[in-house]
């Protein structure tokens, strides 16, 4: 098969081996904004799990000191102690909301958004390289359709020989 010469080839070769390169380090950063995303998606659902367990401690906290103030008359101070645990058990359950909204706002949003890029930045490498593909193919498709020319060429040319040394016209004596 002929080529377009070794400059044009290696040319694309190289540009060929340039964009592989480059896709190679695409998928590398996808790896990398892939496991980042799932590393904040796992802190998110962590902190998920601390919100719920603070609810929860807030409301077993109420149901428990519901049940001591029916059983007996406490004191003033008491009810009072308890009221602020209640207040603080529900300050740390709105922090532990505050701290897992300002989570999924930034850290998971930045993760989420680095994910996106380094998905969008490796379709594009792929796409880079194809077109490289795709352009090799080209000239590789041009030169087998001229080889296939003058293969047919010198094939007419030997036809058109033995015709013309067959066909010689006779004078007839």
Same mark, same amino acid.
Do not use: C
């Given at each position: 098969?002929?080529?377009? *010469? ?16 480059? @896709?190679?380090?695409? @998928?590398? &950063? =996808? ?15 962590? =902190?998920? &799990? ?14 428990? &000191? ?21 207040? #603080? ?8 909301? @505050? ?26 490498? #792929?796409?880079?390289? @194809? ?17 296939? #020319? ?21 004078? *007839?004596?």
């Amino acid at each position: 098969m002929k080529s377009y *010469g070794t400059a044009s080839r290696s040319s694309l070769a190289t540009l060929l081996e340039l964009r592989r390169a480059g @896709e190679q380090e695409a @998928e590398r &950063g =996808l790896a990398a904004a892939a496991a980042g995303r799932r590393e904040a998606e796992a802190n998110e659902a962590r =902190l998920v &799990g601390d919100v719920a367990a603070a609810r929860e401690a807030v409301a077993m906290a109420r149901r428990e &000191g519901d049940n001591v103030g029916e059983a007996a008359r406490e004191r003033a101070g008491d009810a009072q102690a308890r009221r602020r645990f209640w207040t #603080r058990l529900e300050a740390r359950a709105n922090a532990a909301v @505050e701290v897992l909204a300002r989570y999924r706002k930034e850290d998971l949003a930045r993760a989420i958004d680095a994910d996106a890029a380094a998905r969008a930045a490796h379709v594009r490498a #792929r796409q880079r390289r @194809e077109v490289v593909e795709k352009a090799i193919a080209r000239r590789q498709a041009t030169a087998r359709r001229e080889a296939e #020319r003058r293969e047919e060429a010198i094939q007419d040319d030997r036809y058109a020989g033995v015709r013309a040394r067959t066909k010689t016209p006779t004078t *007839g004596k």
